[in-house]
């Protein structure tokens, strides 16, 4: 590793029209030289290039082309420059070697190589070690070679392109292929592409669900000691099994500030470990003495200590930080494991766990509790305050329901509440009574949740909310009635709705996100906006006017539809399957306001499609249940849905006569077409109170190719009934149709239910 760190530039190459092709990126060093570093366990790794050279990419799946023209304007990339790094496991050196001539190191190559350790070592702008990642495959000589490039260009200054066969960003997603511009004061940053390997689209074997993990963490054993301020002492203990031959090194997602001490195997053998300083390529990785054997089963005792996951905020309140990467986390929210977790904290303040409470304690000054989780969870939290806790069990669905929330509101707050009477506690009530709501309503939609608890948290935070399995961390604000939300921020409409909708939001995580995981940031609507419509039928189950629930559908049409500032809608930024990446310069919210309420509306979509006057929603309560049965403790793709959908489908959804979906999801997952409509009627009085209704719909601004399903309703004096849906195919009019009705009603409505996200929905009776 220090042979890595350290080296330096031992043989230069001339090169002239050299092209080094690495799957969609292409390299042309028309002239100049390139310098590799000395060579560590006989293999070189590092190269860097001073001279002319152009780097192109074409993208290969439409989508990335569609998103890199969104971000950049181009179809392509084509960068000129005149400096570069690499590093690389592949055959690189070799063939650069067999295709140049010797020569001197070239003027300027030791400062390019201080230039690009400054770059990848600056935690800003860096990220993971590089070298940890190199010293990986260097010890495991079964994996495939990977390659990547640092471009100093002469208009992206810092483009970073990679094929990587463990995952580009395994964080993220399987895809290999990745283009980032790093440059953090751009502001065209980020992923440009991040894609499959150009041959797996070509072969049909492109696939996002792929598992490149390496090891799988089945049990973490902890044990943590807050002290009286913000310092956090822990060991742990991980029980793991090798899912692959060879491996030696292994990466946590451990907090670069908290600073490991030392790291055991089972035998109590020291383990050698890398963390370089915190504010550096401080990620922590740790050497194993043999390499890992498939299928067995290891144990690591890691001790480690510092700050920065809890901030004293003020008033008995603490701000929860490093949420996933508090403890050596490996795979968190894509891996399960159980745990076991002990906490020892000044016996003046309360913790709250994920799991259950199997015992409490006095030890000192500190107040010690175990908690203990015996369905494997997607990832361990806690909570942290001088709270008060109030607690029921639901008669219903047998869960025990918790709330905690302090007396004093956060420092930042101090003022105010010394002028309105603010105590968070005061109002866990009312929270508790949502949360019990929430487990009664989305038991019965989507099944049973196995935890038996849930704890409903006051953060100090006061404008989003987080759910782990069993704890949910609520925003402050969610503890303050209207009067004081109204006085501390005023009359904001948009303020109303997130708190009337936050809690169902959160509770439904424990489906969406924890029994139900997302396999990679493609699919994460699975999980926000499946939550989001949980929070719709929420609304439509405790409110006893449909207003709220209609209302929050036209606020979803809105947040996805609403140009903002700079003339982008949130769904120019691009299909939602695009996840995370949506949110760019041109539209810095397009993540949340579009995977978040494009994502319930789906859902939505499909649970009207599947409605029936007869039977109402059991056709798709029995598809959720599936689901939720079919991916228990596991991660769900986007395909893996509608597999589910499709085996739920009614016969009048099979548009293209295929009993699939593909339609459907081509045109809301992968697609960005938003329609219109227009439903022009007449009643005519027959005898016997019968009407004659007769119109015509049309649907526009979509492609020739686009299908959809649109219901038609009857509004007699406010009550609603579904009539029955017309198949619309194009921009087009369906021709005059003609219905004999047995009553005669005020008004016929098409998309009364925003059924349908759409631009426009009219009806004109004529």
Same mark, same amino acid.
Request: charge should be neutral; include cysteine; charged fraction near 25%.
């Given at each position: 590793y220090r042979g890595l760190r350290e080296g330096e530039i031992f043989e230069s190459y001339e090169v002239k029209d050299l092209v080094v092709k690495r799957d969609a990126g292409t390299f042309t060093f028309r002239s100049g030289r390139i310098s590799f570093l000395s060579p560590v366990m006989s293999r070189v790794v590092k190269a860097v290039f001073v001279g002319e050279g152009e780097f192109a990419l074409?993208?290969?799946?439409?989508?990335? $082309?569609?998103?890199?023209?969104?971000?950049?304007?181009?179809?392509?990339?084509?960068?000129?420059?005149?400096?570069?790094?690499?590093?690389?496991?592949?055959?690189?050196?070799e063939e650069i070697k067999a295709k140049s001539q010797p020569a001197s190191e070239p003027s300027g190559a030791r400062d390019l190589l201080g230039d690009f350790y400054k770059r990848v $070592?600056?935690?800003? $702008?860096?990220?993971?070690?590089?070298?940890?990642?190199?010293?990986?495959?260097?010890? =495991?000589?079964?994996?495939?070679?990977?390659?990547s490039a640092y471009i100093f260009g002469r208009k992206y200054d810092d483009l970073r392109y990679g094929v990587f066969p463990l995952g580009a960003i395994p964080r993220l997603a399987p895809e290999e292929v990745v283009l980032v511009n790093a440059n953090s004061s751009d502001e065209k940053r980020g992923i440009w592409y991040l894609a499959h390997l150009a041959d797996e689209y070509k072969n049909g074997t492109a696939s996002?669900?792929? =598992?490149?993990?390496?090891?799988?963490?089945?049990?973490?054993?902890?044990?943590?000691?807050?002290?009286?301020?913000?310092?956090?002492t822990s060991s742990a203990e991980l029980t793991f099994t090798a899912l692959s031959n060879g491996d030696r090194v292994l990466g946590f997602g451990l907090l670069p500030y908290l600073r490991v001490t030392r790291v055991r195997a089972a035998d109590d053998r020291e383990i050698n470990f890398i963390q370089e300083r915190s504010n550096q390529d401080g990620s922590f990785y740790a050497i194993l003495p043999e390499p890992l054997v498939k299928g067995r089963q290891y144990k690591l005792a890691i001790e480690y200590q510092g700050n920065k996951v809890i901030e004293d905020a003020g008033g008995g309140n603490f701000a929860i930080g490093a949420r996933t990467s508090w403890y050596p986390s490996i795979n968190s929210f894509n891996d399960r494991a159980t745990f076991d977790i002990t906490f020892k904290v000044p016996k003046q303040y309360t913790l709250v766990g994920v799991g259950k409470e199997?015992?409490?304690?006095?030890?000192?000054?500190?107040?010690?509790?175990?908690?203990?989780?015996?369905?494997?969870?997607?990832?361990a939290g806690f909570n942290y305050g001088l709270f008060k806790k109030k607690e029921l069990t639901d008669s219903v669905t047998g869960y025990k329901i918790e709330g905690y929330a302090t007396p004093n509101v956060p420092g930042y707050l101090k003022a105010a509440a010394e002028e309105i009477s603010l105590s968070p506690s005061r109002m866990i009530d009312g929270t508790m009574v949502d949360a019990q709501n929430s487990m009664r309503i989305f038991t019965h939609w989507f099944g049973e949740a196995p935890y038996g608890r849930i704890a409903i948290t006051q953060q100090p935070q006061p404008n989003f909310g987080q759910s782990w399995p069993t704890l949910v961390y609520l925003p402050l604000i969610a503890y303050l009635d209207s009067t004081q939300r109204w006085m501390l921020l005023g009359n904001q409409a948009s303020l109303t709705a997130f708190i009337q909708e936050v809690t169902a939001h959160e509770v439904a995580h424990q489906w969406w996100g924890h029994i139900v995981g997302w396999a990679s940031y493609h699919d994460q609507w699975l999980s926000e906006g499946f939550a989001s419509f949980s929070a719709s039928i929420f609304l439509q189950a405790t409110e006893r006017k449909p207003d709220k629930y209609l209302k929050f559908w036209d606020n979803e049409r809105k947040t996805i539809l609403e140009k903002n500032r700079w003339g982008n809608r949130p769904?120019?930024?691009?299909?939602?399957?695009?996840?995370? $990446?949506?949110?760019?310069?041109?539209?810095?919210?397009?993540?949340?306001?579009?995977?978040?309420?494009?994502?319930?509306?789906?859902l939505h979509m499909l649970r009207w499609m599947m409605f029936d006057r007869q039977d109402g929603d059991k056709r798709f309560i029995e598809m959720m249940k599936d689901f939720v049965k079919t991916h228990f403790n596991r991660n769900a793709f986007t395909e893996s849905f509608k597999r589910v959908v499709e085996r739920h489908m009614k016969p009048t959804m099979d548009l293209d006569g295929n009993g699939r979906m593909d339609w459907f999801f081509n045109q809301w997952?992968?697609?960005?077409?938003?329609?219109?409509?227009?439903? =022009?009627?007449t009643l005519t009085p027959e005898s016997e109170g019968k009407a004659l209704l007769k119109g015509t719909i049309t649907q526009s601004g979509v492609s020739a190719n686009f299908k959809m399903l649109v219901p038609l309703y009857l509004d007699y004096k406010g009550k609603i009934i579904r009539l029955g849906e017309a198949k619309m195919v194009g921009s087009s009019t369906m021709s005059e149709f003609s219905i004999r009705l047995s009553e005669r009603p005020d008004k016929v409505l098409i998309n009364a239910n925003h059924d349908i996200l759409a631009f426009e929905s009219v009806s004109n009776k004529k």
């Amino acid at each position: 590793y220090r042979g890595l760190r350290e080296g330096e530039i031992f043989e230069s190459y001339e090169v002239k029209d050299l092209v080094v092709k690495r799957d969609a990126g292409t390299f042309t060093f028309r002239s100049g030289r390139i310098s590799f570093l000395s060579p560590v366990m006989s293999r070189v790794v590092k190269a860097v290039f001073v001279g002319e050279g152009e780097f192109a990419l074409v993208p290969v799946p439409p989508l990335e $082309r569609d998103y890199l023209r969104t971000v950049t304007e181009r179809e392509t990339v084509e960068e000129a420059f005149s400096k570069a790094a690499f590093c690389f496991t592949d055959g690189t050196y070799e063939e650069i070697k067999a295709k140049s001539q010797p020569a001197s190191e070239p003027s300027g190559a030791r400062d390019l190589l201080g230039d690009f350790y400054k770059r990848v $070592r600056d935690r800003a $702008r860096g990220g993971d070690n590089v070298e940890a990642e190199i010293l990986a495959d260097i010890y =495991n000589s079964q994996r495939a070679g990977f390659f990547s490039a640092y471009i100093f260009g002469r208009k992206y200054d810092d483009l970073r392109y990679g094929v990587f066969p463990l995952g580009a960003i395994p964080r993220l997603a399987p895809e290999e292929v990745v283009l980032v511009n790093a440059n953090s004061s751009d502001e065209k940053r980020g992923i440009w592409y991040l894609a499959h390997l150009a041959d797996e689209y070509k072969n049909g074997t492109a696939s996002s669900e792929e =598992n490149k993990h390496i090891i799988d963490v089945e049990h973490y054993q902890i044990e943590t000691v807050i002290d009286g301020g913000e310092k956090l002492t822990s060991s742990a203990e991980l029980t793991f099994t090798a899912l692959s031959n060879g491996d030696r090194v292994l990466g946590f997602g451990l907090l670069p500030y908290l600073r490991v001490t030392r790291v055991r195997a089972a035998d109590d053998r020291e383990i050698n470990f890398i963390q370089e300083r915190s504010n550096q390529d401080g990620s922590f990785y740790a050497i194993l003495p043999e390499p890992l054997v498939k299928g067995r089963q290891y144990k690591l005792a890691i001790e480690y200590q510092g700050n920065k996951v809890i901030e004293d905020a003020g008033g008995g309140n603490f701000a929860i930080g490093a949420r996933t990467s508090w403890y050596p986390s490996i795979n968190s929210f894509n891996d399960r494991a159980t745990f076991d977790i002990t906490f020892k904290v000044p016996k003046q303040y309360t913790l709250v766990g994920v799991g259950k409470e199997v015992k409490n304690w006095k030890e000192g000054d500190f107040a010690a509790s175990q908690w203990v989780s015996e369905v494997p969870l997607a990832v361990a939290g806690f909570n942290y305050g001088l709270f008060k806790k109030k607690e029921l069990t639901d008669s219903v669905t047998g869960y025990k329901i918790e709330g905690y929330a302090t007396p004093n509101v956060p420092g930042y707050l101090k003022a105010a509440a010394e002028e309105i009477s603010l105590s968070p506690s005061r109002m866990i009530d009312g929270t508790m009574v949502d949360a019990q709501n929430s487990m009664r309503i989305f038991t019965h939609w989507f099944g049973e949740a196995p935890y038996g608890r849930i704890a409903i948290t006051q953060q100090p935070q006061p404008n989003f909310g987080q759910s782990w399995p069993t704890l949910v961390y609520l925003p402050l604000i969610a503890y303050l009635d209207s009067t004081q939300r109204w006085m501390l921020l005023g009359n904001q409409a948009s303020l109303t709705a997130f708190i009337q909708e936050v809690t169902a939001h959160e509770v439904a995580h424990q489906w969406w996100g924890h029994i139900v995981g997302w396999a990679s940031y493609h699919d994460q609507w699975l999980s926000e906006g499946f939550a989001s419509f949980s929070a719709s039928i929420f609304l439509q189950a405790t409110e006893r006017k449909p207003d709220k629930y209609l209302k929050f559908w036209d606020n979803e049409r809105k947040t996805i539809l609403e140009k903002n500032r700079w003339g982008n809608r949130p769904n120019d930024a691009g299909p939602i399957w695009m996840g995370l $990446r949506l949110s760019t310069f041109k539209n810095p919210g397009g993540y949340s306001q579009l995977v978040y309420p494009k994502g319930a509306y789906i859902l939505h979509m499909l649970r009207w499609m599947m409605f029936d006057r007869q039977d109402g929603d059991k056709r798709f309560i029995e598809m959720m249940k599936d689901f939720v049965k079919t991916h228990f403790n596991r991660n769900a793709f986007t395909e893996s849905f509608k597999r589910v959908v499709e085996r739920h489908m009614k016969p009048t959804m099979d548009l293209d006569g295929n009993g699939r979906m593909d339609w459907f999801f081509n045109q809301w997952v992968y697609g960005m077409e938003i329609p219109s409509y227009k439903f =022009n009627y007449t009643l005519t009085p027959e005898s016997e109170g019968k009407a004659l209704l007769k119109g015509t719909i049309t649907q526009s601004g979509v492609s020739a190719n686009f299908k959809m399903l649109v219901p038609l309703y009857l509004d007699y004096k406010g009550k609603i009934i579904r009539l029955g849906e017309a198949k619309m195919v194009g921009s087009s009019t369906m021709s005059e149709f003609s219905i004999r009705l047995s009553e005669r009603p005020d008004k016929v409505l098409i998309n009364a239910n925003h059924d349908i996200l759409a631009f426009e929905s009219v009806s004109n009776k004529k």
